[in-house]
């Protein structure tokens, strides 16, 4: 079973800059979540996904964060502009549905440096 | 708010040795927890969980974690610790019977000494 998919897994930019992470999640999972990991952190929830609609994004940055999951499968998070705080590592995780007993599987992460 | 207290970040112990990691919470209702382990170069992994029953769960690897709901806890034990456990460790935790994302202590990095 293939796991989920993030892409790139490293980006560098300056601050100011946009960037775009993409997830993949595995095939079949309806629930897609976006972790932020910043260094010496536990991962922290950006949003959920079910399907194609929000389930929660109170912790999203709304003024420079946006996140799609247009067609229920895979999803984007973006950052527009960046700020030197928001360095970290962008997780992406799936479960097969909402309930909060599911198991996460999480992807590799896409890791963040603004300069 | 619902919070996740790990209280050592750091924790060196030789091969064969015994491991017991801490873990505390603070929520109101019925919850869900979780280890999850990140070894070197490795993604996010689930250890085990609790979620009801039998407060001992077994997961994988020979680790054991026991919920113990008078005292908000739920720490990490393994008898015999091997090299191989090198790696960050997290619990987390979810609403009971909701459906809402994971949230994390800050993580105890393992280092197991040959």
């Known amino acids: 079973e293939a796991g989920v998919a993030q892409s790139p897994r490293y980006k560098i930019i300056e601050k100011r800059q946009s960037v775009a992470f993409w997830c993949n999640p595995i095939?079949?999972?309806?629930?897609l979540y976006w972790y932020q990991q910043i260094l010496g952190q536990g991962p922290k929830l950006l949003i959920q996904f079910q399907n194609n609609g929000v389930v929660d994004d109170s912790q999203l940055p709304k003024d420079r964060f946006s996140a799609e999951r247009l067609k229920g499968v895979d999803s984007t998070l973006k950052i527009q502009p960046a700020k030197l705080e928001d360095s970290a590592v962008y997780l992406c995780?799936?479960?097969?549905?909402?309930?909060?007993?599911?198991?996460?599987?999480f992807g590799p992460g896409t890791r963040l440096l603004v300069l | 708010a619902q919070s996740v207290s790990q209280h050592n970040h750091h924790v060196i112990l030789s091969e064969a040795a015994s491991l017991e990691l801490g873990c505390n919470y603070s929520?109101?209702?019925?919850?869900?927890l979780f280890w999850y382990v990140q070894y070197p170069g490795q993604h996010l992994q689930l250890l085990l969980k609790y979620f009801s029953g039998d407060p001992l769960v077994k997961g994988i690897k020979g680790f054991e974690a026991e919920f113990i709901k008078s005292k908000f806890s739920f720490n990490l034990r393994k008898p015999s610790v091997q090299w191989s456990d090198t790696a960050e460790y997290f619990c987390a935790l979810s609403s009971g019977g909701g459906a809402d994302g994971l949230t994390f202590g800050k993580g105890t990095h393992l280092i197991i000494q040959p």
């Open positions: 929520y109101g209702g019925t919850v869900n």
């Open positions: 995780a799936s479960s097969l549905g909402p309930d909060s007993r599911e198991t996460q599987y």
């Open positions: 095939s079949g999972h309806a629930t």
